[in-house]
């Protein structure tokens, strides 16, 4: 096989070792681009190498996709996504991270139509990760939709989130659901109401005052704030 001065060394390298460890002219072409970097090139070798098809490398041989897009096809094909559903969104239009959602949404079992739901350019990869815990977790549009709120931080969309996944009713949720609390103010709200407190029985102007940082939680790690044990009865009233 010829090839002409087009690539540099390090290309070329790939290209030879390709050659060397038995890939077909066919497939050697696939990654033997001169818009693809060797980084590149050497990730669509080594996938060929280890058995992928043609036909799923040639999904990989998009020059719209960098090397982090690439990377998540090859996990999602080695997670068992279908080709059908990879091609679907291996265009270039959505990074890794959001790529990573998408995939993650067929890996856990849900259908075209609720991946298709999140699986919009437009929305940020943590809003697709909100949108697709909901949908495996069963939540109804309406709760989905309010901690998917582009008025809130992504901070306060989890909290609301996590109001929803323990069980608050709509109304409860909708109580700190608010621009006005921040993340902090919205997790301490959260955890009065879980606790079985009523709305009217927390002092909002109290909480505006609360040092989250020294008095009741140092980090948010989910597993951490399970554990947590905040005295919520300073935040209410009488």
């Keep these: 096989m ?6 540099d060394d390090r290309q070329l390298d790939e290209i030879r070792k390709g050659k060397k460890h038995g890939l077909s002219k066919r497939k050697i072409l696939l ?3 001169e818009e693809f970097d060797n980084y590149k090139m050497k990730l669509i070798r080594k996938t060929l190498e280890a058995g992928l098809s043609y036909k799923k490398a040639l999904i ?11 990377l998540e096809i090859i996990d999602a094909y080695n997670k068992g996504v279908s080709l059908k559903s990879v091609k679907k969104y291996a265009t270039g239009d959505f990074d890794f991270n959001q790529l990573k959602e998408i995939f993650k949404g067929y ?6 139509e609720y991946v298709s739901k999140y699986a919009k350019s437009e929305f940020y990869y943590y809003e697709m990760w909100l949108m697709r815990l909901g949908y495996e977790k069963g939540f109804d ?16 969309m989890y909290q609301i989130y996590k109001g929803v996944k323990h069980g608050l009713t709509l109304k409860q949720v909708k109580v700190f659901a608010k621009k006005e609390f921040d993340e902090d103010q919205m997790l301490i709200i959260r955890i009065c109401l879980e606790k079985g407190y009523n709305c009217d029985e927390i002092d909002f102007d109290k909480l505006k005052t609360v040092d989250l940082e020294e008095s009741y939680i140092k980090f948010l790690d989910e597993e951490v704030l399970a554990e947590e044990d905040i005295d919520v009865k300073k935040l209410t009233l009488g």
């Design 2 to 7: 010829k090839i002409k001065n087009k690539f």
């Design 60 to 70: 990989l041989a998009n020059p719209m996709l960098d090397f982090y897009q690439i």
């Design 107 to 112: 890996e856990h079992g849900l259908s075209e």
């Design 31 to 33: 990654y033997a681009k």
């Design 141 to 156: 549009e309406k709760k989905i939709a309010l901690y998917t709120d582009r008025r809130f931080t992504q901070g306060q």
